[in-house]
C-alpha cells in the first residue's frame, strides 16, 4: 500500500475517532501535542487501523509511533511482512 | 470564636427530561400536565414484561466526537451543567473554590452493557478503551468537573434513588462550611434497557400498563401500580450568598437546609411507618431553623409504587405534624416517570421554580386519591402558593431518605 493510501486512511481514521481535520493529518504531525489525541483515543485509532490495514500493532509498538509518518511506515512495513 | 454558617443560594438551574430538553421546556410540560410516557419501539422489548418508560423528549446536543468517549448519563450531565452555569452567568470563581457534586443511581449501566456484548460477540480488542471513564458512576461528576476546571474537589454520592438529592445536600454542605463558594450539582440517570427494565420488573416495581403509558405513573392515586422508568437530568448551581450577591447574581431561591437518613429496615422496601424519612425532613428544617407552618409546598418523592407513597406519607405526617395541611404536595414523576439518581435533581429545579412562580404543578393521572394518603395533593388544577419554604424529597433501595429545603427568604 502506497504512502499516500495508508496517510489517507489514518486521516479517515483520525476524523472518526478524534474529530481531527484530516487536512490537518501530515506526516511530521505528533499524534498527542499537534493533533491532540489523547492515550485512550490513541488506542482506539492503533485498532481501527489494525482493521483498515490487516495489520497486527502490539501495544508496545504503539509507544513508539510519535507522528504520523512514523505511524504510516510502520503501517507499510507490517502490510510487506504480513 | 464561632462563625456562623454561610446562606446558599441557588444561581443556576439545567435540566433534559422526558418533557423537554432543558429547564424552559420542562417546566412548561409540568404547568402543561403533560406525560413524558411512551410506548418503546425497540427490538428488545418482547424480551422484557414491560413495555413503557418516559425517554428524553430531547437528545443531548453534542458533537459527534465529544459524545461518543461520554455514557449517556455523561452527556446529559454535560449538557445540564452547560445550561445551568450559562444560566447562572458562567460565575467567575477561583478554580480551587469550585466544586461538582452530581450522582447517579447506577452509573454507565447502557455502557457496561453494550460493551459487554461487544465483548462476548468481537472479544477483548474491540472493547473500547473508554468503557471504564464511560462506566463509572462518578463519570458524570468527573464529566462537568473536566468541563468547568472544577478543582474544589468532584463528588458524586451514590443512594441510588436518592443520588440527586443527596449530591446536592453534600454540595449545600460545601458553601456552608466555607469548603466551596460555588457548586455544580445535580443528577443523572439513563438506564432504559432490558437488564435495569427485567430487574426493577422482578422486584414488582414497575408499572403493568403497557397499553396505557401516558396513565401509567399515578402517584398517590388509587390504582397505582408501580413507578415508570425514565432517564433525564437535572443541575443546579449553588453559591455562597455574600459570593452570589458580590458579583450581582440573579437569586431564584435559597437552600435553606438539607437532610439525610437512612431507614436501617429493608434493602428495598420503605419502613412502613415513616420513621426514617421523616428524620431526613426534621433535619432539612433545623438546619436554619425552618418550623413546619413555614412549609407551602412538598415535591414529593411518590413514585406511584403501592407501599412508598404510603411511607412517605407518613414519614410527612410525622415530621411536619398537623402544619402538614398546609403544605400543597404534588408529585412531579406523574408527568416525567421515575429518574432514579436524577429524580431528586430534576424535582429540586421544579421546586425552586414553584417557590418562583409561586405555583404548585398538578399532579397528573390523580383520579382517586387513596384512602391511607392524608396529604393535600394538587390534581387536576395547578395551585398558587404563597412565599415561604418547599420540600424536594428522594428516598432510594438501600434505605436512603434525603430531603432538601428552598426557601425564597
Redesign the interface.
Known amino acids: 500500500m502506497s504512502q499516500t493510501d495508508v496517510l489517507a486512511g489514518l486521516a479517515e481514521i483520525l476524523e472518526e475517532?478524534?474529530?481531527v481535520d484530516p487536512a490537518a493529518v501530515t506526516p511530521e504531525k505528533t499524534f498527542i501535542d499537534d493533533l491532540d489525541v489523547d492515550s485512550?483515543?490513541m488506542?482506539?485509532v492503533v485498532?481501527a487501523a489494525?482493521e483498515k490495514f490487516g495489520v497486527k500493532i502490539p501495544d508496545d509498538d504503539v509507544k513508539t509511533l510519535k507522528t504520523v509518518g512514523d505511524a504510516v511506515s510502520y503501517i507499510q512495513r507490517a502490510g510487506v511482512a504480513a | 470564636m464561632t462563625r456562623s454558617p454561610r446562606r446558599v443560594v441557588v444561581t443556576g438551574l439545567g435540566a433534559t427530561t422526558p418533557l423537554g430538553g432543558d429547564v424552559a421546556s420542562t417546566w412548561e410540560g409540568m404547568l402543561a400536565g403533560r406525560s413524558g410516557v411512551v410506548r418503546l419501539e425497540t427490538d428488545w422489548i418482547d424480551t422484557v414484561p414491560v413495555h413503557i418508560a418516559a425517554p428524553l423528549a430531547v437528545e443531548p446536543p453534542l458533537?459527534?466526537?465529544?459524545a461518543?468517549?461520554l455514557d449517556r448519563t455523561q452527556q446529559m450531565a454535560l449538557v445540564t451543567a452547560r445550561e445551568a452555569w450559562a444560566d447562572a452567568g458562567s460565575p467567575e470563581v477561583d478554580p480551587l473554590r469550585l466544586a461538582v457534586s452530581v450522582g447517579s443511581g447506577i452509573g454507565g449501566v447502557l455502557t457496561l452493557l453494550s460493551q459487554y456484548d461487544v465483548l462476548k460477540a468481537q472479544g477483548a480488542?474491540?472493547v473500547?478503551?473508554?468503557v471504564v471513564?464511560m462506566l463509572m458512576p462518578n463519570g458524570p461528576a468527573a464529566t462537568v468537573g473536566l468541563e468547568l476546571g472544577a478543582k474544589g474537589g468532584v463528588r458524586a454520592p451514590v443512594s441510588a434513588c436518592a443520588s440527586g438529592t443527596e449530591a446536592i445536600a453534600l454540595a449545600y454542605e460545601l458553601i456552608r462550611s466555607g469548603r466551596a463558594d460555588v457548586v455544580v450539582t445535580g443528577g443523572t440517570e439513563a438506564a432504559i434497557a432490558p437488564l435495569p427494565i427485567a430487574g426493577f420488573a422482578q422486584m414488582q416495581a414497575l408499572s403493568r400498563r403497557n397499553d396505557s403509558p401516558t396513565t401509567a405513573s399515578r402517584p398517590f392515586d388509587k390504582a397505582r401500580d408501580g413507578f415508570v422508568l425514565g432517564e433525564g437530568a437535572g443541575m443546579l448551581v449553588l453559591e455562597a450568598e455574600e459570593f452570589a450577591r458580590a458579583r450581582g447574581a440573579r437569586i431564584y431561591a435559597y437552600l435553606s437546609g438539607a437532610g439525610i437518613s437512612s431507614d436501617a429496615y429493608h434493602v428495598a422496601a420503605p419502613e412502613p411507618t415513616g420513621a426514617g424519612a421523616a428524620r431526613a425532613v426534621v433535619e432539612a428544617l433545623e438546619c436554619e431553623g425552618l418550623s413546619p407552618s413555614d412549609i407551602v409546598h412538598v415535591n414529593a418523592h411518590a413514585t406511584s409504587t403501592p407501599v412508598g407513597d404510603i411511607a412517605e406519607s407518613k414519614a410527612l405526617h410525622l415530621a411536619l405534624g398537623p402544619a402538614v395541611a398546609n403544605a400543597a404536595v404534588t408529585a412531579t414523576k406523574s408527568m416525567t416517570g421515575h429518574l432514579l439518581g436524577a429524580a431528586g435533581a430534576v424535582e429540586a429545579v421544579a421546586t425552586v421554580l414553584a417557590l418562583r412562580d409561586r405555583i404548585v404543578p398538578a399532579t397528573r393521572n390523580l383520579d382517586a386519591l387513596d384512602d391511607e394518603i392524608e396529604l393535600d395533593v394538587v390534581a387536576m388544577e395547578n395551585r398558587a402558593i404563597g412565599s415561604g419554604a418547599a420540600l424536594s424529597n428522594s428516598f432510594g433501595f438501600g434505605g436512603h431518605d434525603a430531603c432538601l429545603a428552598f426557601t425564597t427568604s
Do not use: D, F, N, Q
Open positions: 475517532v478524534a474529530g485512550l483515543s488506542v482506539e485498532v489494525e | 458533537g459527534r466526537v465529544e461518543r468517549k480488542r474491540k473500547t478503551p473508554h471513564p
